[in-house]
């Protein structure tokens, strides 16, 4: 069995350890009040055995806390005493400097919760290694200056999670709608060189792409941009195309017909447009940006975003080929096709495309064979989002997401036009709903005492991370806030007009709703009475974010939250403050936002239509899923469900399997195991390889997919989920 240490390395469980830990406090007690030596030994075989049955590696204050709560067991009081104060003068030690030692060892690539913190970062790679010591760095100083320690004592207790802690000594935002449109008609400076209005489709992709990189590089979360911002320069180069088609049958002596020089210049188009798409397919997996990974981008595909007829026939031109390029996948070293984690893309279900006799229904079947080989795209329904998301002119919206599932709230500029595209978030604190549900122990008036101190506390946490960016000058980032990605400000000026009246938003995440209303009531979201005091809980959280935002002019918005490592670290505070609760805290995770426990047996339509009403009430972002089998054989059941989305829920996804072991070749669900040490695996089915280096894994975690692996938390997750369908 595994353990994983405090600096996060990770090493084989010994029981010696705990005998000796429990003989040290049990020698300062009176001769009377001592353990027997077989007693301790004992003792610390029960401990071993909890361990075991956790089916993950836990963590050595899991294992102490197990020694405390069995010595308190055995009535030994006094050893116990003098077992904690022993570990609470060893902590103080560890506290006077944690920094270097989490430095050295994710230098030395043995920080096992370094490595799993982000399901999209190699840990090995140097680039990620100086991120990581770069992000150590700035927690130490956000925490030892710039933020009030209440807030940094609730987050490592995990009353609250303050995200993106790693970036915060910086004067950055969270995630975006790059305003690719502006940038691309209007030219744009990347690194000081001008860009002028590209001349064709293959250009405009070529631009895009540097695009992306530059954002990714200056901001932390996820950006979006829309095909549509590419679509007018497909006209651009057909006739461009058109030209030297002409010229070269005018030079040949050649007369040709208007149809036969249409073919030719269609099928040189398409040949561009095949060129320009894959630019962005392998650009976007193949830079790395200064934090070390891909930028996290979303490529969005919506055929009512075109400006006329002409423009949304080009426009399905480019999403077709996108579609099949990513159904095709991209080479591993190997030289097999897998599915990338990045861009993520999303599928705009529309009048035009959502019936068999509608103009765009091929493209709708496209995607639905994308979706069961790759597991993208997700699926937003227009019909369900013109009327979540209605402006104060009374109109309704559809856009999309910055990165997975952070939403813009509705807005109108000065001209009285919505506007999405040039807005973003300016960050996230999530309250951990299980904590107050447990706190409260069933008692709901103390229930609410306890939400209203959290929210008040979630609120401070909050106007730290606005107050953090109020008078950051356009020179910290301008290809942001410059150069049109963001804004076109000039130089020397501040963003501060932008964090207020509603262009950007700020988020207020929420986990674990499932957890926290069971340990109110006995009852699942599942269930009539579960369901309504989750939906009762959700709109209190939209209370305060109004009644913040009526305060502030600072647009709170709540937001699902996508917990990643998280999750982990959540659920094993919760096990250390309330032990392990059957059905609460009996997990090495918690579960996402609103979500139906990824154990519950439940239909994929049945969880549709609960998880919709939830939906509705995480304005700032949220989406829902299915889990599917392999559904390549059975793209009909595939188009039932995205037509079922597109009647009864904004934003959803497939969450299909897609993995490849190299060892036997493989194509198919590499399956999670627990080895001899009590770790769980990545298992080959056909040859048994668990070499994590020699196989792809690709598993959607947060709304986007994941390809690095993950924590013992989030592993566990993945192998108790029930398929859906």
Request: aromatic content about 8%; proline content about 2%.
């Amino acid at each position: 069995m595994k353990i994983i240490k405090r600096s996060g390395k990770e090493v084989v469980f010994d029981i010696a350890k705990i005998i000796t830990a429990i003989t040290k406090a049990n020698n300062e007690v009176s001769e009377a009040e001592r353990l027997t030596e077989q007693q301790i030994q004992e003792l610390a075989k029960s401990v071993e055995d909890a361990c075991t049955s956790y089916n993950r590696a836990p963590g050595v204050e899991e294992i102490q806390d197990l020694v405390e709560n069995k010595l308190m067991a055995l009535n030994a009081f006094n050893i116990a005493r003098k077992y904690i104060t022993y570990r609470y003068r060893r902590n103080l030690v560890r506290q006077s400097n944690t920094t270097d030692d989490q430095i050295m060892t994710l230098i030395e690539c043995n920080n096992e919760e370094v490595k799993q913190e982000n399901s999209n970062k190699n840990p090995t790679v140097n680039s990620v290694q100086r991120d990581y010591m770069a992000g150590e760095v700035s927690k130490d100083i956000t925490k030892r200056i710039l933020l009030p320690s209440e807030i940094v004592e609730a987050h490592d207790a995990g009353l609250i999670h303050f995200h993106d802690m790693d970036y915060f000594a910086q004067h950055m935002h969270n995630c975006d709608l790059v305003n690719l449109e502006d940038m691309l008609q209007n030219g744009t400076v990347i690194s000081g060189t001008m860009i002028e209005k590209p001349h064709s489709f293959s250009t405009a992709c070529n631009i895009a792409t540097q695009i992306i990189a530059q954002v990714a590089s200056n901001q932390y979360g996820g950006q979006s941009i829309s095909l549509t911002h590419l679509a007018p320069f497909v006209q651009i180069s057909r006739e461009k195309i058109t030209k030297l088609v002409e010229a070269e049958f005018e030079s040949a002596g050649i007369t040709i017909d208007n149809e036969k020089k249409s073919k030719i210049v269609e099928d040189r188009l398409r040949d561009e447009i095949r060129r320009g798409v894959q630019t962005i397919q392998y650009q976007v997996v193949t830079l790395l940006t200064t934090n070390g990974q891909a930028p996290f981008v979303t490529v969005f595909m919506y055929l009512n975003e075109a400006k006329d007829e002409a423009e949304k026939r080009d426009l399905a031109i480019i999403i077709e080929e996108t579609l099949k390029q990513r159904y095709q996948g991209v080479k591993n070293e190997q030289g097999v096709w897998i599915t990338p984690a990045f861009p993520k893309l999303i599928y705009v279900l529309e009048d035009d495309n959502i019936t068999e006799d509608s103009k765009y229904w091929y493209l709708t079947k496209l995607a639905a064979k994308c979706t069961a080989k790759r597991m993208v795209p997700d699926y937003i329904s227009e019909k369900i989002m013109l009327q979540n998301k209605v402006d104060k002119n009374g109109n309704g919206n559809c856009y999309t997401c910055m990165g997975c599932r952070s939403f813009l709230t509705p807005y109108v500029d000065e001209n009285g036009n919505a506007k999405y595209y040039g807005r973003f978030n300016q960050g996230v604190v999530t309250v951990n709903l299980v904590d107050i549900g447990l706190s409260a122990g069933g008692d709901m008036d103390k229930f609410w005492k306890i939400f209203d101190e959290r929210m008040e506390l979630c609120h401070r946490a909050l106007q730290q991370r606005h107050e953090r960016l109020t008078g950051t000058l356009s020179d910290a980032a301008p290809i942001l806030w410059q150069h049109g990605a963001l804004l076109r400000l000039k130089k020397g000026e501040t963003i501060d007009k932008y964090l207020h009246g509603g262009y950007s938003t700020i988020s207020l995440g929420f986990a674990g709703l499932w957890e926290c209303v069971y340990s109110l009531s006995g009852k699942k979201l599942t269930e009539p009475e579960g369901e309504e005091l989750g939906l009762v809980i959700m709109k209190k959280l939209n209370e305060y974010t109004a009644k913040w935002k009526a305060a502030e002019c600072i647009d709170y918005s709540l937001y699902g939250t996508p917990l990643e490592s998280t999750t982990y670290r959540f659920a094993k505070c919760l096990q250390k403050r309330f032990g392990v609760i059957k059905g609460v805290t009996d997990k090495g995770y918690i579960t996402n936002s609103y979500h139906v426990h990824v154990t519950e047996p439940i239909d994929a339509f049945e969880k549709l239509t609960l998880e919709a009403k939830f939906q509705t009430l995480a304005p700032g972002g949220a989406i829902s899923y299915v889990e599917v089998p392999n559904m390549q054989q059975n793209l009909d059941a595939v188009l039932e469900i995205m037509k079922f989305i597109y009647d009864n829920i904004m934003y959803a996804e497939l969450n299909t399997k897609s993995d490849y072991c190299h060892e036997c070749g493989f194509d198919g669900e590499i399956q999670v195991v627990t080895d001899e040490d009590g770790k769980l695996v990545w298992k080959c089915p056909q040859c048994g390889n668990t070499d994590q280096a020699k196989m792809n894994v690709a598993r959607r975690t947060c709304g986007y997919i994941g390809t690095q692996y993950w924590n013992q938390g989030r592993t566990q997750e993945i192998k108790e989920r029930v398929l859906h369908i």
